[in-house]
């Protein structure tokens, strides 16, 4: 085992360690174990094998390539893990979770910029919205009187400073003399009036005690 390489106190420190196969990997702080994706390539730049590569602290690696019988299945459990990756730990500007339609359409948002011919898988790794997207959308629906595909079009590209800023817009009336900020504000309201509603007592009523 090769010595560890420290930089700062404030940075990750990393092991480097020599494989089996010859390759030195840089290991983070005690990890024990690191995970890399293998597409291999013929000739014609034809995919001929997908795998996954095992490396371990102690030298030793692994590469498992996926069973033909079991490509289909493995690409679907990727593509699940991808989107939802993209709405672990989302949450609303107070810093609560952020609800069901915010995570539609992170998720929707991270499908189509995977679907953009030239994607990149690991460009778009990270969805780029914000709990309460949702809420922003149909206020600027309401506001503006235009058809949730046409918000969808006009919103995406925003950074999430941009619809912040869309969020607290209130010197310009819409379509129903309310300013973007009012009909945010309004749903807002409802959102917590509607969780309000739930009886949580009798929900803990249910509960078991010791």
């Known amino acids: 085992m090769s010595e560890a390489t420290q930089t700062s106190k404030s940075k990750t420190e990393y ?13 983070p702080g005690k990890r024990k174990m690191l995970k890399e994706r293998l597409i ?6 034809e995919v001929e094998k997908v795998g996954v590569r095992f490396d371990f602290r102690n030298g030793n690696t692994f590469s498992a390539y996926i069973p033909e019988a079991h490509l289909y299945e493995s690409a679907a459990h990727g593509y699940a893990q991808k989107l939802g990756d993209c709405v672990a730990g989302l949450r609303n500007e107070d810093g ?3 609800g069901e339609d915010d995570m539609q359409l992170e998720i929707e948002g991270l499908h189509e910029r995977l679907s953009a011919p030239g994607a990149n898988w690991n460009e778009v790794s990270e969805g780029g919205g914000f709990g309460g997207a949702s809420v922003l959308m149909k206020a600027l629906m309401e506001w503006s009187g235009m058809a949730v595909e046409q918000v969808k079009e006009f919103l995406k590209g925003k950074t999430q400073a941009e619809k912040l800023a869309l969020r607290d817009k209130a010197d310009k009336p819409g379509k129903t003399q309310l300013t973007i900020k009012q009909i945010v504000e309004r749903l807002e309201a ?12 009798a929900l803990l009523a249910g509960l078991p005690t010791a």
């Open 15 to 27: 092991t480097p360690v020599v494989m089996t196969d010859g390759r030195t990997v840089q290991f």
């Open 40 to 45: 291999e390539r013929g000739a014609g730049e």
């Open 96 to 98: 609560t979770p952020a």
């Open 190 to 201: 409802e959102k917590k009036s509607k969780a309000a509603a739930v009886d949580t007592d």
